[in-house]
């Protein structure tokens, strides 16, 4: 009898995967910049993870993480399956200051289009934009939509079962809690605010699919992640 041989396993995607997706969409549906947020580390508003982009330092820094988070969060954001809808920085005057909004001009972001990325229990946007109003083909731009939604729940998948989930600092603050520690004494361990540690846990809670400290705690043991 043959013996029979597994089929060797397909390796994982990575954020550099999903970098290099985001990027050919870009090219494909004529959009010059990409940005992929987790919008709900922890669930708290205003919370803002930018998992990959290609806008540059200074576009960010300029524009402010505050001012992208009222953009991701906002509800002008098109689910999959429907159309992609176009949005002049002007037309979001009701999201942003008007500073805000002179910003992104400057910064050529010209036509903004914010896309729904559901996977999972994660909750994602990709904001894509270009230099020239009317230059994104909004067909193609939904088809990257569908493929992004694809790998990123394929890493929220490999995230959960590998448990190599939590950052050095999320992992520190964990421990400190599970030990009974509050915040505040927490932040005195590690020289940071007590809002930083709630933070932290905060984003520990959320990746590691916990309802709260209890259970995010219980499940790290468990996996040996503290």
């Given at each position: 009898?043959?013996?029979?041989?597994?089929?060797?396993?397909?390796?994982?995607?990575?954020?550099?995967?999903?970098?290099?997706?985001?990027?050919?969409?870009c090219?494909?549906a004529?959009?010059?910049?990409?940005?992929?947020?987790?919008?709900?580390?922890?669930?708290?508003?205003?919370?803002?993870?930018?998992?990959?982009?290609?806008?540059?330092?200074?576009t960010?820094?300029?524009?402010g993480?505050?001012?992208?988070?009222?953009?991701?969060?906002?509800?002008?954001?098109?689910?999959?399956?429907?159309a992609?809808?176009?949005?002049?920085?002007?037309?979001l005057?009701?999201?942003?200051?008007?500073d805000?909004?002179?910003?992104?001009?400057?910064?050529?972001?010209?036509?903004?289009?914010?896309?729904?990325?559901?996977?999972?229990?994660?909750?994602?946007?990709?904001?894509?934009?270009?230099?020239?109003?009317?230059?994104?083909?909004?067909?193609?731009?939904?088809?990257?939509?569908?493929a992004?939604?694809?790998?990123?729940?394929?890493?929220?998948?490999e995230?959960?079962?590998?448990?190599?989930?939590?950052?050095?600092?999320?992992?520190?603050?964990?421990?400190?809690?599970?030990?009974?520690?509050?915040?505040?004494?927490?932040?005195?361990?590690?020289?940071?605010?007590?809002?930083?540690?709630n933070?932290?846990?905060?984003?520990?809670?959320?990746?590691?699919?916990?309802k709260?400290?209890?259970?995010?705690?219980?499940?790290?043991?468990?996996?040996?992640?503290?």
């Amino acid at each position: 009898m043959r013996e029979r041989t597994a089929a060797p396993r397909r390796k994982a995607a990575t954020r550099r995967d999903l970098a290099t997706l985001a990027r050919q969409g870009c090219r494909e549906a004529g959009a010059a910049f990409y940005l992929i947020a987790d919008t709900a580390p922890g669930g708290a508003s205003g919370a803002l993870r930018i998992l990959v982009s290609n806008w540059s330092f200074d576009t960010i820094e300029d524009v402010g993480l505050s001012a992208i988070a009222r953009l991701v969060e906002s509800p002008i954001s098109t689910s999959p399956g429907a159309a992609p809808c176009a949005w002049h920085p002007l037309a979001l005057a009701a999201l942003l200051a008007q500073d805000d909004v002179a910003r992104l001009c400057q910064h050529d972001h010209q036509e903004m289009f914010l896309l729904k990325l559901p996977a999972g229990k994660g909750r994602f946007i990709g904001l894509f934009s270009a230099m020239t109003a009317g230059s994104v083909d909004a067909a193609r731009l939904a088809r990257t939509q569908m493929a992004l939604c694809h790998m990123l729940s394929g890493l929220e998948n490999e995230k959960a079962a590998s448990g190599e989930l939590l950052s050095e600092r999320e992992r520190e603050c964990l421990s400190w809690v599970s030990q009974g520690k509050t915040a505040d004494e927490v932040s005195q361990i590690l020289n940071v605010s007590s809002n930083t540690v709630n933070s932290y846990v905060a984003h520990a809670i959320h990746k590691l699919s916990a309802k709260n400290r209890a259970m995010a705690i219980a499940t790290a043991i468990r996996r040996g992640i503290i």
